[in-house]
């Protein structure tokens, strides 16, 4: 059975070594966005996790193009994610293999299977299980407090801007680019996940769904948070109404998308887990001497705010080597 495991290069790992960001520069969050905020990068990261390493495998298995995947594949070197190895010099042959930075983000991966396998009409019955290898069941992970090990929701944290953080600081600079609708795509593509991708396969997308976990609620509000256009802030907010992440109260109707306010729903509060693991990631990766981007204390212990993942069978922490991907039909089998 396929399993998310760290491959490794021999001797030679870069992205040990957090990025120290210049004072005034985007922010740990905004760095982390500007990675994550794009649909491709998520979809090459989920393949480099199994354990795709060559670019004839990318282009296959993710049914990219040449220059996309290229593109994607120098950004995240260039970010400390992935590590380019020669293999063969005539003519030149190299495997993308993940660094210690990215294997760090297999939790996002997870966290995104789990929202999508619970609140994403059919994909339930379409995604494989997940594992874990020490306990032997099939299991979902849960938001954990290192301090307390308690469940953690997006209700019981108080979080503010640190140091380095502000709402300028927090929106990456580069444009990312994105399908006109992801929730259009073949949903039957292994690894597309189209309603993720409508939350964080985009900069402002996922800026937004940032802006609505910290308590925004109004439209001028996330106007003047994210600095968008309101043209493309009325566009996302629709399209996370249209998925059941955000509701609607208040007036609404033609000329009237300001009026209303857009609050979290269930299934919003929920994807609260990819969140928390995406700054916990760039929080350690990307260091500000002036301090961190956010401060987050967990209220019930009263702790900061440290995030695992643990498995909701055993309580154990998860580790990305004791995860394994459980194909249908080895379920089936099984049964």
Partial sequence: ?????????????????????????????????????????????????????????????????????????????????????VYQERPVRA??????????????????????????????????????ALCGQDFAPVLT??????????????????????????????????????????RSFAGLFPETMSIFGNRWSSALIGASLRGLTRFGDFVDALGAPPSLVAERLRAFCDIGVLEARGRRGPGRVGRAEYHLTEKGHAFYPVVAVAIDWAQHWYAADEGPALVQEHVPCGAPLVVALACDQCSADLHGSDIEIVPRTARRAAR
Avoid: K
């Avoid at 390493?53 to 290229?70: H, K, M, W």
């Avoid at 210690?100 to 299977?113: E, F, K, Y």
């Fill in 1 to 85: 059975m396929p399993s998310v495991s760290e491959p490794t290069v021999d001797d030679v790992d870069l992205g040990t070594v957090p990025t120290q960001l210049d004072p005034g520069s985007t922010n740990a969050i905004g760095r982390m966005l500007g990675l994550l905020g794009d649909e491709w990068t998520l979809l090459i990261l989920q393949r480099a996790l199994r354990g795709t390493t060559r670019y004839g495998q990318f282009l296959d298995e993710v049914a990219i193009s040449n220059a996309v995947l290229t593109s994607r594949l120098a950004t995240m070197e260039r970010e400390g994610v992935l590590h380019r190895v």
């Fill in 95 to 132: 495997e993308y293999v993940l660094t210690a930075r990215g294997r760090g983000l297999w939790p996002v991966t997870i966290a995104i299977w789990d929202w999508e396998r619970r609140w994403v009409p059919g994909h339930a019955q379409t995604l494989p299980a997940m594992r874990h």
């Fill in 145 to 186: 407090c290192r301090s307390c090990r308690e469940a953690v929701r997006s209700g019981t944290v108080h979080a503010e801007w640190g140091p380095s953080g502000s709402w300028e600081r927090s929106v990456p600079e580069s444009a990312t680019r994105r399908r006109s609708d992801p929730r259009a795509a073949d």
